[in-house]
């Protein structure tokens, strides 16, 4: 059982139907003993890192995924899900995140280096360009995935990029260390490649339960 | 890089897709799921759906339509039409639509655009501009109501106050080139596409492959959206992707 964390941002309908063709049972809830039980823990989000930082601390499921984390459940963020992960995001003024991975979260320029500008939100299909190996890729292929978003992941650590896209800069496309993953594009709507990613991750978290 | 989008639209009415379409092979040709998963696996990269529903109970039905094609389709769609509030936004967006578009409600209401923006982000909150030349303005202006009502708004000025407003992209159809397969409006295009800083989808005037070019290339689009060409199968999203791949442009 997946449990997909419901704090009142954006799209589970998406996720929670994605997992549903792949057969895999999911909940969609708010509710730490029910989220307690799921056996892999999936972030979404769209909106704002404030406002959504805001509702995981009001509703104490800040502190209950960073315990999950720390017992060895495997969490899977996607899009604001995954900014959520890390350090700090400058998004209406400087607001700390969940610190899971190593981090901060800007805009992107909109400026090339050379004065050129471009559109902010990135905005469609990107091609992925793999870092490393890692079991979230297994058998998936450096193709083309669906983004949106303004945001992008800044100081990361290199051992946490496992890929990553380029508009304009290099945007982490998808990071992770040990049990915790994240991918700043959609899995749920890019096609084949994205169902791949979130097969893999079903796959781990149900090689925790065997 | 960013690929450039190959957009579908369906027009919806009470639930069916209109427009007389012909998908002979297809059981149900009206049915906006079925149709949905063939252009996905055409290789559409998005699709907009367009809800021309005048009752109540249609608006309604269009909320399991968009739950049906979120159960089948693994690409992103928008939902517009007769949208006038959040809460109708939240429905849609619970129901799996991943964007909205909101046209003659955002002009009546400007902050609509910036409440929508403030509770689900701006990549949710498309804006959909009608335009049509005006001889006397030497400009386009934003028309309303599907086109019959004309504001005072100028094209470029709404876009971009739309897109302060939080709107983070523009969907922009071009009455004059609408339905005449001649071309998207080049010239409109551009104009919007370089005063404002997100996407904009061409819309109306698509004939043939190469329209798709000219919108890219010469319109500066990020995307282009068509319906007739592609449910009549003048062309298919699968012939405009790889005439547009041959020409040098990025595709997925």
Known sequence: MIGIIDYGM??????????????????????????????GLILPGVGSFRDAMSILQETGLDSFIKEEVARGKKMLGICLGMQLLFEESEENGVTEGLSLLKGKVERFPGVTEVG????VPHMGWNKLEFQQASPLLEGVPEDFVYFVHSYYVKDFAEAELLASSTYDVQVPAVVGRGNVFGTQFHPEKSSNVGLGILKNFVNLVKEEER | ????????????????????????????????????????????????????????EGRETMVDVVEQVAAKLAIPFTVGGGINSIDDMKRLLRAGADKVSL????????????????????????????????ESLGSWRVYTHGGRR?????????????????????????????????????????????AVSVPVIASGGAGEASHFLSAFEEG?????LAASIFHYKETSVKEVKSYLKEKGVQVR
């Not at chain 1, 050129?116 to 559109?119: D, E, I, P």
């Not at chain 2, 906006?32 to 009752?55: N, T």
């Not at chain 2, 397969?181 to 596409?193: E, H």
């Open chain 1, 10 to 39: 954006g799209n589970l309908y998406s996720v929670s139907k994605a997992l549903e063709r792949m057969n895999v049972e999911c909940v969609i809830s708010n509710d730490r003993d029910v989220l307690f039980e799921a056996e």
């Open chain 1, 116 to 119: 050129a500008s471009y559109k």
């Open chain 2, 1 to 56: 890089m960013l690929t450039k989008r190959i957009i579908p639209c369906l027009d919806v009415k009470e639930g069916r897709v209109v427009k007389g379409v012909q998908f002979v092979e297809l059981r149900d040709a009206g049915d906006p799921v079925e149709l949905a998963a063939f252009y996905d696996e055409e290789g559409a990269d998005e699709l907009v759906f367009l809800d021309i529903s005048a009752s109540h």
């Open chain 2, 103 to 134: 046209n003659t409600a955002a002009l009546l209401n400007p902050y609509l655009i910036q409440a929508g923006a403030d509770y689900f982000g701006s990549q949710c909150i498309v804006v959909a501009i009608d335009a049509k030349y005006d």
């Open chain 2, 150 to 194: 004309e504001t005072d708004w100028e094209v470029v000025k709404w876009a971009q106050e739309s897109v302060k407003l939080g709107a983070g992209e523009i969907l922009l159809t071009s009455m004059d080139s609408d339905g005449e397969k001649k071309g998207f409006n080049l010239a409109l295009t551009k104009a919007v596409s370089s």
């Open chain 2, 220 to 224: 500066a689009a990020d995307a282009a």
